[in-house]
């Protein structure tokens, strides 16, 4: 087991099952040493989607707790794209897009689950930049979704 794996068994955080690309793309590509990781939904533990508008029937608790979710799958998706979470060098950027209202000003708040899940599991390496933006509408009726890129170790 890895140095990261063994930290995220010590946090008890449970990494779910990366999850399957639900139209024609991959759900990774490395291009040298950076692995470029598609949006990734909010599963919750029992496996439902966190749907929802932020600002009409949810609000941000409920979406720091999907972005929250969503990093949890972006970590599934960089395990199974590696092997080893211990080749992860950086987290370089997330990308945040925010199911919300147009009144509804507090993404960055929302993606906050996310770049603190980050920081939470692979500590310095974890700090990214970001960008948090809001949408009408996502995949699903998805509350959130963030993509990802990451530096790699060879």
């Avoid at 590509?29 to 949006?39: D, F, K």
Wanted: charged residues 20%; proline residues 6%.
């Amino acid at each position: 087991m890895s140095r990261i794996e063994l930290h995220i068994a010590a946090e008890d955080i449970v990494l779910p099952a990366p999850a399957a690309p639900v139209a024609a793309y991959v759900p990774t590509v490395l291009a040298g040493n950076l692995l470029h990781i598609s949006g990734q939904l909010p599963f919750a533990a029992d496996g439902a989607l966190m749907t929802g508008k932020l600002g009409a029937d949810r609000d941000l608790a409920w979406g720091n707790a999907a972005a929250e979710r969503c990093a949890l799958m972006l970590v599934a998706q960089m395990k199974a794209a590696l092997g080893d979470l211990d080749r992860v060098e950086r987290i370089v950027k997330l990308g945040a897009f925010v199911a919300s209202t147009p009144d509804f000003t507090d993404q960055p708040k929302v993606a906050n689950g996310c770049s603190e899940m980050m920081v939470r599991i692979f500590g310095e390496a974890g700090r990214h930049a970001r960008s948090a933006v809001s949408v009408p509408s996502l995949p699903l009726d998805a509350s959130v979704e963030i993509d990802a890129v990451v530096l790699v170790r060879p």
